[in-house]
C-alpha cells in the first residue's frame, strides 16, 4: 500500500513592524457649555424671538419681558437725580456764601459747619440718585434675555403672558455643539501602566502639556474614524468603579447639508494609545489555536516538522495578533490547513506572505474582526504583553 503523502499546509514568516498599543472603552459625550436659561428680573413675558431647537449664537435676544414698569422706574431715577443735583447746587451756592461772611460776623463758625454738612450731603444724594438710575437701567436692560453662549435651544418652557420669576422660572436650556467633550473611564490596571511608562520617560504626560490623541467610532460605524485631544485627566481614582475618568475634545462642526455628528449624551467607543511604538511580532488570527487557557501556534523546523509553540498574546492589530513571547522572527508559521496537522509530522509546506494572508483575512472578515483605521488600527488588549 503506497505511502500517505505528507499533507498540504501554508506557511508564513511573522510580519516585524512598529506597533503601539490601545485601549477601548465606552464614552458618553457631552458639551463644553450647557446653560439653563433664566431671567434676572421678574415680570410678564411679552416675546419669544426664536424658534425651538434652533441655532443661536451669543449675544442673540431669546426673550423680552414686558419692560414698561422698569422703563417708568429708570425715568423715575433719572428725574431724582435732577432733583438731587439741583439740591447740590442750591446747598453750594450757600455754603460759598456764608464762607464769604464768615469773617464778617453775621455767619457763625458753627452754622458755616451746617452749611458744609449739607453740601455734603447733597452731594452724596446726587451719587446716590445715580446709582440708582444704574440700577434702574440695569433691571430694563434685563427685560431682554440674551444667549450667553453660541450653541442650540432646546424648547421654551414658558409661553406668552406668563408671570416669570427671577433666577427661578427655568425658560430653556442651551448646549454647545462644537467642540464636544467625550468621557470615559479608564481601568486602574491601565492606568498605574501608562503611568508607570511616563515616569520611565517612554511616554509623556497630558498634564505638562503632550498631544495625546484619542480615537473616536459611533455606533453605526466600523473602526475609530475621528481624532481628537485627550485634554482632561481627573485628579482622583473612583473608589466605587476603581476607574479613573479622562476627557477628550472633538471638532464637530456644521456641515453643509443635515445635523452635526455629535450631539450631547451619545453612548460612543473610544480608543486610546497606552504604549509607546515598539517592535513586534505579528501572525494573522486565524493561525493561532486555543488550548484551555492557552494560546499556540504551530511552526515548522528545518526538517518540515510540525511543532507546537504555546505563546503569549499582546493586541490585535486590525487582522493581525501581537505575538509578544514563544515567537522568533523568520520562524515559519502555518496559516492554512492547521485541521491536517498535529506535532511531529512532516508537511508539505506552500509559502506565502503574512500581508498576503492578513489582507484576505482582512478582506473575507477571517476571526470575525475589522480592520482598524489607519495602518496600525487595533482592538482591546486581550492576554497580557
Not at 92 to 113: C, F, H, M, P
Not at 316 to 342: A, F, T, W
Amino acid at each position: 500500500m503506497p505511502a500517505t503523502p505528507p499533507p498540504i499546509v501554508t506557511v508564513a514568516e511573522p510580519i516585524q513592524r512598529e506597533v503601539t498599543d490601545y485601549q477601548e472603552y465606552t464614552g458618553q459625550t457631552a458639551s463644553v457649555d450647557s446653560v439653563q436659561v433664566r431671567a434676572r428680573v421678574s415680570g410678564y413675558l411679552d416675546k419669544i424671538h426664536f424658534k425651538d431647537g434652533a441655532d443661536i449664537k451669543e449675544g442673540e435676544v431669546l426673550y423680552e419681558i414686558d419692560p414698561r414698569p422698569y422703563k417708568a422706574a429708570l425715568d423715575q431715577a433719572e428725574a431724582q437725580i435732577k432733583l438731587q443735583e439741583a439740591q447740590a447746587k442750591y446747598q453750594e451756592s450757600v455754603y460759598n456764601r456764608d464762607l464769604k461772611l464768615i469773617g464778617t460776623g453775621a455767619v457763625t463758625q458753627e452754622e458755616l459747619q451746617k452749611d458744609l454738612a449739607a453740601r455734603d450731603n447733597a452731594r452724596a444724594a446726587v451719587n446716590a440718585a445715580k446709582a440708582n438710575a444704574e440700577l434702574a437701567r440695569l433691571n430694563l436692560s434685563f427685560t431682554k434675555i440674551l444667549s450667553p453662549i453660541t450653541g442650540q435651544l432646546s424648547r421654551t418652557l414658558v409661553t406668552r403672558g406668563n408671570l416669570v420669576i427671577a433666577d427661578q422660572t427655568l425658560l430653556t436650556t442651551i448646549v454647545s455643539l462644537d467642540p464636544m467633550y467625550v468621557y470615559f473611564e479608564v481601568d486602574e490596571q491601565t492606568m498605574l501602566t501608562v503611568r508607570e511608562l511616563i515616569r520611565e520617560g517612554k511616554l509623556q504626560s497630558v498634564r505638562e502639556g503632550a498631544s495625546i490623541p484619542v480615537f473616536l467610532g459611533l455606533a453605526n460605524e466600523q473602526g475609530f474614524p475621528h481624532q481628537g485631544l485627550i485634554d482632561f485627566v481627573n485628579n482622583q481614582v473612583n473608589p466605587t468603579t476603581g476607574t479613573l475618568q479622562v476627557r477628550g475634545v472633538f471638532a464637530n462642526p456644521k456641515p453643509p447639508k443635515g445635523y452635526r455628528l455629535l450631539s450631547p449624551g451619545l453612548f460612543v467607543r473610544v480608543r486610546v494609545p497606552v504604549s509607546p511604538l515598539y517592535q513586534a511580532l505579528l501572525v494573522i488570527q486565524s493561525a493561532i489555536g486555543t488550548d484551555q487557557n492557552l494560546r499556540f501556534i504551530y511552526v515548522l523546523d528545518d526538517k518540515n516538522q510540525v511543532v507546537r509553540r504555546d505563546v503569549k498574546l499582546g493586541t490585535e492589530q486590525g487582522p493581525l495578533q501581537v505575538i509578544s513571547e514563544g515567537l522568533k522572527p523568520g520562524e515559519r508559521v502555518i496559516i492554512n490547513g492547521l485541521q491536517h496537522v498535529r506535532p511531529g509530522i512532516a508537511v508539505n509546506p506552500k509559502v506565502t506572505s503574512m500581508d498576503t494572508a492578513s489582507l484576505l483575512g482582512q478582506e473575507t472578515g477571517a476571526n470575525g474582526q475589522e480592520a482598524g483605521t489607519g495602518g496600525q488600527g487595533a482592538k482591546k488588549s486581550r492576554g497580557g504583553a
